[in-house]
């Protein structure tokens, strides 16, 4: 409502809680769907770790999905030689928020992701791979949904299907924020897991990395104070770096071999759908057009693409005298 349809009455009650909001460093919702965040900059608040981490991540009016997007460069690194380039990475989430009656937010998140020739930077379908010499069949990343509760305490780490059993103690939710130059903040979160894997080395010769998984993710976000200190953005936008260490990719058909894989991206905020590289956009269109829009409602499991190759991939068949690929034997320095 605006204009000579506000009444006078209405329009004191708008500017005494506007007034309010900027005491207490609220938020003054600019419309019924977008509800009150803190906006006061308080790097030992719980509340306003919550509410500016959502702001990050997502749009916290639930009328609006936020895309974000990531590329980089995946590596493959083993013992006694250079760690090596293999593919690039190249993919998007959308995502929508709901508020949860104890003020903290609900994330309800798609995420696909393609890998790209190093040489050609197409879109790949199959992948030569050099450890093994022999061409495997590409599958993307596809995790519909991922989603997580952002409260004012440290959320419970993924439980991936019930596979991961973690529970660590309940304690305020406190980031690792810095104040960085020319007015930013900059944010570094991390985790570190060790849990059983759904890809079983039984069942799963050629594709199983061993009977667990050790997964380590690390994000680093740049942001601007004025906008994280903005009330009427609902979303923060932010540019940074994400790095990831995995076990080898299970399409890579690589068995138990000794060494990992290892992400490096940066990532940040896309306007619309419409500024994501044309290629990726029409292959996501393609496999489902769900792909394109954040989900509406919460649901799940969650379950990261280990875990969602279980369910919608069978296992390879395994060649006559198969062994996974050995790293090459240890250097010998001249005269030793």
């Known amino acids: ?13 708008l500017a005494t809680m506007a007034a309010a909001a900027g005491v207490l460093g609220l938020a003054a919702p600019a419309r019924a769907t977008a509800p009150a965040f803190l906006t006061r900059v308080d790097f030992k608040d719980p509340k306003w ?9 997502m749009d ?3 009328t609006k999905q936020k ?6 460069t995946v590596y493959g690194v083993r013992d006694n030689e250079a760690v090596r380039s293999l593919f690039q990475v190249d993919g998007f ?6 508020q949860l009656p104890d003020g903290s937010w609900r994330r309800m998140l798609r995420e696909i992701g393609f890998y790209r020739d190093l040489q050609t930077g197409q879109l790949m379908d199959t992948w030569h791979n050099p450890y093994t010499n022999e061409d495997v069949r590409v599958v993307p990343i596809a995790n519909d949904p991922f989603n997580f509760t952002i409260s004012e305490f440290l959320p419970e780490p993924p439980s991936y299907g019930g596979l991961n059993k973690e529970k660590p103690p309940k304690r305020p939710f406190l980031m690792n924020w810095t104040d960085g130059p020319d007015g930013t903040v900059h ?28 997964v380590s993710e690390m994000f680093h976000y740049v942001v601007k104070r004025r906008d994280l200190e903005d009330p009427a953005m609902t979303h923060v936008p932010a540019v940074g770096s994400w790095s990831r260490i995995t076990p080898w990719l299970p399409w ?18 896309a306007p619309s759908i419409d500024q994501l590289p044309a290629d990726v956009v029409a292959k996501a ?9 954040a989900p509406d409602s919460d649901y799940g499991p969650s379950l990261s693409s280990l875990e969602n190759y279980a369910h919608q991939q069978t296992p390879a068949p395994v060649p006559a005298g198969w062994a996974p690929p050995a790293p090459p034997p240890p250097r010998i320095l001249p005269g030793r």
């Open 252 to 269: 890579m058909l690589m068995g138990q071999a000794a060494g990992c894989i290892s992400y490096f991206c940066t990532f940040g905020t």
């Open 49 to 57: 770790n919550r509410d500016a981490y959502a702001r990050l991540d």
């Open 67 to 72: 895309v974000g997007w990531f590329r980089g």
């Open 187 to 214: 944010l570094s979160t991390d985790i570190h897991l060790f849990y059983p894997s759904a890809l079983q080395p039984d069942k799963w010769p050629r594709e199983s990395s061993g009977a667990f998984n050790r």
């Open 93 to 98: 989430s959308v995502v929508r928020s709901q």
């Open 60 to 62: 916290l009016d639930p």
């Open 1 to 13: 409502m605006s204009g000579p349809e506000l009444s006078r009455r209405e329009s004191l009650g």
């Open 285 to 293: 269109r393609a496999m489902d057009a769900k792909w394109l829009s």
